[in-house]
């Protein structure tokens, strides 16, 4: 009996072993990569990864929209705001014609 029970408890301890691995390896890629959204900064310290922007209110990094490499020629008058830099733009096309470069939506 004991002899049938020795390599059940060896898998069982692989097994767990490997999943103790996999959640250490994911626990360091999330904190080192910069996909932890809950980092937070604020206009001294802006040290959010790429692809994310810092909304000061929230005091926390977003993720970023990009402008098209291409402006539009001119801008509809609809208000969806958006923010970049702390500055608020009444939407998308007004903040890319300024030069903006990523924005977040929703006020500032």
Request: proline letters at 4%; charged letters at 20%; a positive charge.
């Given at each position: 009996?004991?002899?049938?029970?020795?390599?059940?408890?060896?898998?069982?301890?692989i097994?767990?072993?490997?999943?103790?691995?996999?959640?250490?390896?994911?626990?360091?890629?999330?904190?080192?990569?910069?996909?932890?959204?809950?980092?937070?900064?604020?206009?001294?310290?802006?040290?959010?990864?790429?692809?994310?922007?810092?909304?000061?209110?929230?005091?926390?990094?977003?993720?970023?929209?990009k402008c098209?490499?291409?402006?539009?020629?001119?801008?509809i008058?609809l208000?969806d705001?958006?923010?970049?830099n702390?500055?608020e733009?009444?939407?998308?096309?007004?903040?890319?014609?300024?030069?903006?470069?990523?924005?977040y939506?929703?006020?500032?």
């Amino acid at each position: 009996m004991l002899k049938k029970l020795i390599p059940f408890v060896k898998k069982v301890l692989i097994s767990v072993m490997i999943i103790a691995i996999l959640f250490v390896t994911f626990t360091i890629f999330y904190y080192n990569n910069g996909i932890n959204l809950k980092k937070s900064c604020s206009i001294e310290k802006n040290v959010c990864p790429n692809e994310f922007i810092c909304n000061f209110n929230e005091k926390k990094c977003v993720a970023a929209e990009k402008c098209p490499e291409k402006n539009a020629d001119f801008c509809i008058t609809l208000y969806d705001p958006v923010c970049s830099n702390g500055k608020e733009y009444s939407n998308s096309c007004f903040a890319c014609k300024e030069g903006v470069k990523n924005y977040y939506k929703g006020g500032c």
